[in-house]
T-cell receptor
Framework: GENVEQHPSTLSVQEGDSAVIKCTYS??????FPWYKQELGKRPQLIID?????GEKKDQRIAVTLNKTAKHFSLHITETQPEDSAVYFC????????????FGQGTTLQVKP | DAGVIQSPRHEVTEMGQEVTLRCKPI?????LFWYRQTMMRGLELLIY????????DSGMPEDRFSAKMPNASFSTLKIQPSEPRDSAVYFC????????????FGPGTRLTVT
């Protein structure tokens, strides 16, 4: 079935350290993997995404890696700052679904100053 | 671009009342999604539309929930009758469609049913 597992559920790091969040998915035909950041009381916002024809994508301090063989992808945040504190969601789009995203359970990231 | 617009932003109603949530997608986007977010269940997809046609409503919890998209710029999610367990934040999101999968969320409607 359609499923995305996300770990860890909570993550606490010191400012300046790196943070890594991992997700696994069930459908080997999935081809699009976005990451969303949701601050308290706000909407989820798309921060980066990756498609199955690439293995890594970077945008300043954030990067996403994809391992299609193992069916997992990860979000990497370097030089974390207090404003990175939020809930992060991974998602996967499944083949046969015209645009339907399946979301992970979310990771609450706390960056301590 | 105004982004996805939702109204109302907050709704407090009594059990048994009808609730209507509204969404205006980003102009030119062909896909529209309704989500519900709670602490217990996370972010759940309720229903989505492509070119105003409902594609998958398997996430709609029960017959009390209905959604319509009468044209490309407007959608409604209706709950009748509402129950306390419907209390949640309801998000609408839109996407350009098959050519691009990025979904952009509206600000959400916080629904409280007492």
């Amino acid at each position: 079935g359609e499923n995305v597992e996300q770990h860890p559920s909570t993550l606490s790091v010191q400012e300046g350290d790196s943070a890594v969040i991992k997700c696994t998915y069930s459908d080997s035909a999935s081809n699009y993997f976005p990451w969303y950041k949701q601050e308290l009381g706000k909407r989820p916002q798309l921060i980066i995404d990756i498609r199955s024809n690439v293995g890594e994508k970077k945008d300043q301090r954030i990067a996403v890696t994809l391992n299609k063989t193992a069916k997992h992808f990860s979000l990497h945040i370097t030089e974390t700052q207090p404003e990175d504190s939020a809930v992060y969601f991974c998602a996967a789009i499944f083949s046969g679904n015209t645009g339907k995203l399946i979301f992970g359970q979310g990771t609450t990231l706390q960056v301590k100053p | 671009d105004a982004g996805v617009i939702q109204s109302p932003r907050h709704e407090v109603t009594e059990m048994g009342q009808e609730v209507t949530l509204r969404c205006k997608p980003i102009s030119g986007h062909n896909s529209l999604f309704w989500y519900r977010q709670t602490m217990m269940r996370g972010l759940e997809l309720l229903i989505y539309f492509n070119n105003n046609v409902p594609i998958d409503d398997s996430g709609m919890p029960e017959d009390r929930f209905s959604a319509k998209m009468p044209n490309a710029s407007f959608s409604t999610l209706k709950i009748q009758p509402s129950e306390p367990r419907d209390s949640a934040v309801y998000f609408c999101a839109s996407s350009p469609g098959l050519a691009s999968n990025e979904q952009y969320f509206g600000p959400g409607t916080r629904l409280t049913v007492t």
